[in-house]
């Protein structure tokens, strides 16, 4: 039965007021198809683009189990865990919650790194109904004994992609192995490739699979396209193309993405000086410094924000109607998450890439992953066919050196203060005597290393509180 209003999902009252009072009227496609499937107790893997409403698809069913239920939380404990890959992520879902249980009586928290664990501790110690949380600083939670798994009812992976990730395979099989056999487990994510499809599958039982759109499909409504540029020309290019935008379109909200803290910081500060209105996030702004940014750029109180991969996954912020790859990304899917963060909710958008010479391999991923060829923009002053023969021909080139701190897209999936997407932020190098090497490296643009942070020998291994501290 096609579902075209909320009314027709039994969802609780106390759900339904909330939703009208939103506005929230037409389900999205995944949520019509998941959330009854939900609602039913079972398994699912679910894969559909960014800016479909994924997390309502999953909260809606979770706060529906709550609103029916007179059991309460034990004593450390958790009844319905999330886990996500950023400490951003993580607050979005957290609020989402909030939004959706307005009229239900429950209670919620958050665990990543960055921050003290005190908060988190004592919050736990009472239970929670809805935990949502990082990997790493759950893990030293739970080593430390401030949570109890033992009787979670649902298991949720958002952005399962990157969560079942081989830098995150060691944390997920962890928490895993502390979950209860009897229970309920979603994977949802914008795109599943196949070996990390086989794995989701591997934990959950009998479930059921929605394909909202081919695996990494992006977003029908982005206008798609790629400028092929020297590496020097990029700054003039932006520069010149957000000056007129900012004439031509005031108030319009613009996302720049770069590969590296630095590009990023450095991006931002040009533009200002420039007479542009811009900001920046990067694993090296404190977490509260950085939510503070997104606030800001939110309410409208500057138009540009350039970020690295930090952002890329799950921000929600309205009307930001132009996203731009400075850099192209290492990792392809980033791609996808990138540009979905315009033309949300229906919504159209714009999405240009600027590509140089060096990066022609990392366009071939893209176009590999989405499965067609990104229209190319001649029609600037920059442009350079020899690049773009380069792309065209069969001639193979090599990926630009990952240098520090550049892994792609979505890390913090540990929590830890660089937002790395390793556990440990580390590239699980060994040292001559065979011991683990941490701190050599980190995701999402970051480079600054742990065990330099911390003032350890870079071969050593971080003490117990270090660790926890860094997670």
């Excluded at 924000?305 to 930090?310: I, Q, S, Y």
């Excluded at 005597?433 to 290393?449: K, L």
């Amino acid at each position: 039965m096609k579902i075209s209003n909320f009314e027709q999902i039994p969802l609780s009252e106390p759900l339904q007021k909330a939703l009208a009072e939103k506005g929230y009227t037409t389900p999205s496609l995944i949520q019509e198809r998941a959330i009854p499937l939900l609602m039913k107790g079972g398994d699912l893997l679910a894969c559909a683009q960014t800016g479909t409403g994924k997390t309502a698809a999953f909260a809606l069913p979770i706060l529906h189990k709550i609103s029916q239920s007179t059991r309460q939380p034990y004593r450390r404990g958790v009844r319905h865990l999330v886990l996500t890959p950023t400490r951003e992520l993580a607050s979005q879902v957290a609020d989402s919650f909030k939004v959706y249980g307005k009229y239900v009586p429950f209670t919620t928290g958050l665990v990543y790194g960055g921050v003290s664990e005190k908060p988190q501790i004592k919050q736990l110690f009472k239970g929670l109904e809805v935990l949502v949380a990082c990997p790493g600083r759950l893990i030293d939670l739970m080593d430390q004994g401030h949570v109890d798994l033992s009787q979670v009812e649902t298991f949720v992976l958002d952005e399962a992609d990157r969560m079942l990730d081989m830098g995150f395979i060691r944390d997920i099989r962890k928490i895993e192995s502390k979950l209860p056999r009897n229970r309920q487990t979603l994977l949802f994510s914008a795109t599943m490739a196949a070996p990390i499809t086989k794995l989701g599958q591997a934990m959950l039982t009998r479930p059921d699979e929605i394909r909202i759109a081919p695996q990494g499909t992006t977003a029908e409504k982005i206008n798609q396209a790629v400028l092929f540029m020297a590496k020097g020309a990029k700054q003039k290019y932006i520069l010149e193309t957000l000056t007129r935008r900012a004439d031509e379109q005031p108030r319009e909200l613009t996302l720049v993405f770069t590969r590296t803290k630095h590009n990023a910081k450095n991006l931002a500060k040009k533009l200002n000086q420039e007479g542009l209105s811009a900001d920046s996030i990067h694993g090296n702004k404190s977490q509260s410094a950085r939510e503070k940014t997104l606030e800001r750029y939110r309410q409208g109180e500057f138009d540009i924000l350039v970020a690295t991969d930090v952002a890329a996954r799950g921000i929600d912020v309205k009307d930001i109607t132009l996203v731009v790859n400075y850099d192209l990304p290492m990792e392809s899917d980033a791609y996808v998450h990138r540009i979905g963060r315009t033309a949300r909710a229906g919504k159209s958008g714009q999405a240009i890439s600027l590509c140089s010479e060096e990066e022609v391999a990392l366009l071939r991923d893209v176009e590999r992953l989405i499965k067609k060829p990104i229209p190319i923009d001649r029609d600037h002053s920059y442009h350079l066919q020899e690049v773009e023969n380069l792309h065209l021909s069969n001639v193979k080139v090599k990926k630009p050196a990952q240098g520090k701190g550049n892994r792609g897209g979505g890390g913090g999936g540990g929590g830890n203060r660089n937002g790395g997407g390793n556990r440990y932020g580390s590239s699980g190098g060994k040292n001559k005597n065979g011991s683990r090497r941490f701190g050599s490296r980190s995701n999402n643009g970051n480079s600054q290393s742990q065990s330099s942070s911390r003032g350890a020998p870079k071969t050593a291994q971080p003490s117990r509180t270090n660790r926890s501290r860094n997670r």
